[in-house]
């Protein structure tokens, strides 16, 4: 009984021992941070870019030039004591001379060319309006020119006959500054002048 006793004392203090001890908890799994998933990035959308207009080219209008057909012409620089209306002087007079109808006549038929290519209707009366004023101010000039032309043709005549350079009313000289700034001249200054103040006096 004794023995038993012991025995039964010492499981006693081997359990009191054991429910000493304690009880290590598990450590729960540290949890792992879920990664979120970074939400794709948005692209940049490209604007188209609105084409650029191109600039609408304008047709050039032929250079217009100074009515009465005014133009600079190459000056003759006579020689000591040479005669009025020389065959040098003559000569020079018929080279600028057919040299301007060359000019004037290529200038008309310019003209009439591009008035056949510029046949654009504009539907704006305002632009249909400003076509017909520059075609109308085209023709009187190229009219003014014809006639020009035709004062040419005479004033050749008047070299071939030996009357060039003569004032048609007084008979005097015209003078060769008088006619290399106007080859078409047919008056002295004196005679210009007073016709000048006769039809300003008519015109009254």
């Given amino acids: 009984m004794a023995e038993k006793k012991s025995l ?4 006693m203090a081997a359990a009191k021992k054991v429910m000493k001890k304690p009880v290590a908890k598990k450590a729960a799994p ?8 970074a939400a794709p990035a948005k692209k940049p959308v490209a604007k188209k870019a609105a084409p650029a207009k191109k600039p609408v080219a304008k047709k050039a209008a032929p250079a217009k030039k100074p009515a ?3 133009k600079e012409f190459s000056p003759y620089k ?3 004591n040479e005669k009025y209306m020389s065959k040098a002087q003559m000569d020079h007079f018929i080279k600028i001379l057919n040299e301007w ?3 004037l006549s290529s200038d008309i038929d310019r003209t009439v060319t591009h008035m ?5 209707a504009y539907a704006d009366p305002n632009d249909r309006a400003s076509q017909e004023s520059d075609m109308a101010l085209e023709l009187r000039n190229r009219d003014r020119e014809r006639k020009l032309i035709r004062k040419i043709e ?3 005549k008047n070299i071939a006959s030996d009357e060039y350079g003569y004032c048609e009313q007084c008979g005097e000289e015209i003078g060769l500054k008088r006619l290399q700034a106007r080859p078409t001249a047919t008056l002295c200054i004196d005679c210009k ?3 000048e103040i006769r039809e300003k006096q008519m015109a009254k």
Avoid: I
Wanted: charged letters at 40%; hydrophobic letters at 35%.
């Fill in 8 to 11: 039964m004392e010492k499981a």
């Fill in 30 to 37: 540290a949890k792992k941070p879920v990664a979120k998933k």
């Fill in 68 to 70: 009465g057909g005014l």
């Fill in 78 to 80: 006579p020689k000591a």
């Fill in 101 to 103: 109808k060359m000019e």
């Fill in 116 to 120: 056949q290519d510029d046949v654009t």
């Fill in 154 to 156: 005479e004033t050749l």
């Fill in 193 to 195: 002048t007073l016709d």
